[in-house]
């Protein structure tokens, strides 16, 4: 199964908006409402900031939301921080679980 | 707290054995699958398989099945990946992560375990 595919980097100013795509097929992100996303600190665990599309976990900041359409999923980061600045992957479970191939969130 | 807290660093010879683990507390931990994950050098996360540690039921990607053996130690709240022959390709950080017991995410996830092999 291919990695699901995601732009290589994006970049904000504090306080913009920014959102990240992760486009697949019908058969892992358009079939099924089990889109997670997870920030990774280099050298850190991943940390799971969106389930199931558009759950955010207790304790992740509501600046960090989730939505479908179709076979893309997105993450949108509003009110950047400095903090948000990580390496971030959608990942998605179809008949298996595949990741994304990940985006670079630059804060300017 | 839920913690899953891995082996540390290893560094082998290509054709060498390896077994790295990955220890639960907080939780019951046989009663939740537990997915390995591996980061090539500079690369993205891969999906390598998950394992339940409560009747050993494993479940590999095909792009690992028969590279890797996962297997659990349900006593001591472990669980484990296995090389028996290592290949400098198999150099990455490789993470445990507990999966949700209603859904599909991956919550939480340990510190990692780099492995480096080189003659």
């Known amino acids: 199964q291919s990695a699901l595919t995601q732009p290589r980097s994006v970049s904000g100013s504090p306080g913009q908006s920014v959102t990240i795509s992760c486009t697949g097929t019908?058969?892992?992100?358009?079939?099924?409402?089990?889109v997670s996303w997870y920030q990774h600190h280099p050298g850190k665990a991943p940390k799971l900031v969106i389930y199931?599309?558009?759950k955010r976990p207790s304790g992740v900041p509501d600046r960090f939301s989730g939505s479908k359409s179709g076979n893309t999923a997105s993450l949108t980061i509003s009110g950047l921080q400095a903090e948000d600045e990580a390496d971030y992957y959608c990942?998605?479970?179809?008949?298996?679980?595949?990741f994304g191939t990940g985006t670079k969130v630059t804060v300017l | 707290e839920v913690q899953l807290v891995q082996s540390g660093a290893e560094v082998k010879k290509p054709g060498e054995s390896l077994k790295i683990s990955c220890k639960g507390s907080?939780?019951?931990?046989?009663?939740?699958?537990i997915g390995w994950v591996r980061q090539m050098p500079g690369k993205g996360l891969e999906w390598m398989g998950l394992?339940?540690?409560?009747?050993?039921?494993?479940r590999y990607s095909p792009s690992f099945q028969g590279q890797v053996t996962m297997t659990a130690d349900k006593s001591v709240s472990t669980a484990y990946l296995q090389w028996s022959s290592l290949k400098a390709s198999d150099t990455a950080i490789y993470y445990c992560?507990?999966?949700?017991?209603?859904?599909?995410?991956?919550?939480?996830w340990g510190q990692g375990t780099l492995v480096t092999v080189s003659s």
């Open positions: 992560a507990k999966r949700s017991g209603t859904t599909t995410y991956f919550d939480p």
């Open positions: 907080g939780y019951s931990f046989s009663n939740y699958w």
């Open positions: 394992i339940y540690p409560g009747d050993s039921d494993t």
């Open positions: 019908s058969s892992d992100v358009g079939g099924y409402n089990y």
């Open positions: 199931d599309v558009s």
């Open positions: 990942c998605s479970y179809g008949s298996t679980y595949v």
